[in-house]
């Protein structure tokens, strides 16, 4: 790739959503002077400039912000350290060897780096991802689109309104388009449960009275040109449409809301071992991927429910790739972490630090007064109690340098009552 | 009477059952910390939420602005405040925290600006 201006860095940073600027700002912060942010919107701050509703900050600020006012303090911060950043930029591709090959308007780059931070965040699931049968008519949209067209763009996406998904996405986009006149005729969740945090069932659904109907999805989409109506069915306990149950909902416009997939087409590409129940890499808890010197965070890594989670770890990611390039010590994987029974996953996969740590846990289903246990080798170490978990809620648990050092292996596994 | 809420406090989403008398609580179960106790007194004398929405832009570098009201607003102004924002244009550039209407219908709530927009081109 002749064409492709050399120039070596210290550390490049993919993206320049919520965490590569936390990224970018916290490695500048621990020494590393000569790194550059890449972004190919034209502008900064990810999906929160479209994230209008409220919320956000209250673990890392203490105070609740919109998502703007979120991203314009990363934003403020990324100026005032001098942290340099190209927009419009594409990165083609990424090698072993840490080039970085860029598409940008000053030209064709190549920048050689010693450490890399993945930061490119998720995208959202389409129809065609869950198959749902019908007609093709206009009118079906992602739930984050249609955030985009009517908190940016400022067009409105249809009258009547079905959702298909409970997350909080889905829910913050039903009391949006209530507020802005569209009629959302009910919200559908093929899962027992919602998948959003309940004060947003409360403040978005429940306030607007807009129906939430659980065990239940989107069997058909009718419609020639435009959506003219779906069909829903209730399911069964496999998720499996229950026949003859079906029943006709008129609207013209569907949303589907149903999950965020990792965008890691740039990692798989150059060999980083992806997760196959994040959809992210493999890391350890440094952050750092199967590839030395790369490290991700944020939705890239594991698809997270609040903002600030994805800062504090881009914070941990920053540090880490800074101490890389600054020469501090690496250590080898030491414990593989296994998930068992009522654990979706647990992050990091692989521990080989002999200091304090965090991990962060996602359970399968709901549950009151529920214990995490923490068995090394069959042996119950350590036991968690939680008042209350929930799939959409990330459990942070901290592990003793002491407790580190005492385990063999470690297996993480939702107790029996 | 009997109430059955969720409470907005915080991402934890206690689930609240009042029991009240009128606008005068008699018992309030289920919440785990003081903020559902409060939240749950303000829902039955005059319950209030912080509204988020857009206004128009004239010669910004985007067409909309990213609004907030600067304290809760009394709930039964949620749709009134919509029409009113409807309405409303304002001129770039615009500066996070601009006041862009005061005193909405008396209540002493103000819209305020939750992005920068700079003046196009």
Redesign the interface.
């Known amino acids: 790739m002749s064409d492709f201006q050399s120039r070596v860095v210290d550390l490049v940073v993919i993206g320049a959503g919520p965490a590569g600027l936390a990224a970018a700002i916290s490695a500048k912060k621990n020494g590393v002077n000569d790194l550059i942010l890449l972004e190919r919107n034209n502008w900064l701050g990810g999906i929160l400039?479209q994230c209008?509703?409220?919320g956000f900050g209250?673990e890392v600020f203490q105070e609740?912000?919109?998502g703007?006012?979120y991203a314009?303090r990363y934003i403020d911060e990324l100026k005032d350290l001098k942290i340099p950043c190209f927009l419009n930029s594409m990165v083609l591709e990424v090698t072993p060897k840490k080039e970085v090959f860029v598409a940008s308007p000053e030209g064709l780059f190549c920048f050689i780096a010693k450490a890399i931070i993945l930061a490119m965040g998720c995208r959202e699931r389409t129809r065609g991802q869950i198959c749902i049968p019908g007609s093709r008519p206009a009118g079906v949209f992602t739930a984050g689109v249609v955030q985009n067209l009517?908190?940016?763009?400022?067009v409105m996406v249809g009258r009547d309104v079905v959702i298909l998904g409970s997350g909080d996405i889905g829910l913050i986009i039903a009391r949006r388009l209530t507020?802005?006149?569209a009629k959302v005729h009910a919200v559908v969740e093929i899962m027992p449960h919602t998948n959003g945090?309940?004060?947003n069932?409360?403040?978005c659904l429940?306030?607007y009275d807009i129906p939430l109907l659980l065990s239940h999805t989107v069997t058909e989409i009718n419609g020639l040109n435009r959506v003219e109506s779906v069909t829903i069915s209730p399911v069964d306990e496999n998720l499996k449409p229950i026949k003859g149950k079906e029943q006709r909902i008129p609207c013209d416009t569907l949303l589907v809301s149903v999950g965020l997939i990792p965008e890691n087409d740039l990692s798989k590409a150059f060999g980083v071992e992806l997760s196959s129940v994040t959809a992210g890499a493999i890391v350890k808890e440094n952050l750092e991927t199967s590839v030395h010197g790369v490290f991700a965070c944020g939705n890239v890594l594991h698809v997270h429910d609040?903002v600030d989670f994805v800062t504090l770890e881009a914070e941990r990611a920053g540090k880490s790739a800074a101490e890389y390039v600054l020469g501090k010590s690496q250590k080898m994987d030491r414990i593989h972490v296994e998930t068992g029974d009522g654990i979706r996953y647990v992050l990091p996969q692989n521990i080989c630090t002999d200091a304090d740590l965090e991990l962060s846990i996602r359970v399968l289903c709901p549950g009151e007064s529920v214990s995490i246990g923490f068995f090394d080798d069959q042996k119950l170490v350590k036991t968690k109690k939680f008042?209350?978990v929930h799939p959409a809620?990330m459990i942070k648990v901290k592990l003793k340098k002491s407790e580190i050092m005492a385990l063999k292996t470690l297996k993480v596994e939702v107790l029996q009552k | 009477m009997k109430k059955e809420i969720i409470c907005i406090g915080c991402p934890m989403g206690c689930y609240l059952t009042i029991d009240y008398d009128g606008k005068t609580i008699q018992n309030v179960s289920g919440n785990r910390c003081k903020v559902g106790l409060e939240y749950a007194e303000k829902e039955i004398s005059n319950p209030e939420r912080t509204l988020t929405s857009t206004v128009r832009v004239k010669n910004g570098h985007l067409p909309l602005v990213s609004v907030r009201t600067n304290k809760p607003l009394p709930k039964g102004r949620i749709f009134d405040t919509m029409d009113l924002l409807a309405k409303v244009e304002v001129e770039a550039p615009i500066k996070i925290g601009d006041q862009i209407v005061e005193n909405l219908f008396g209540t002493g709530v103000n819209i305020v600006a939750t992005k920068n927009v700079s003046h196009k081109g």
């Open positions: 400039p209008i509703h409220d209250l609740p912000l919109t703007p006012e314009q009517i908190n940016l763009k400022n507020l802005e006149g945090l309940p004060r069932v409360q403040q429940i306030d609040v008042v209350k809620q």
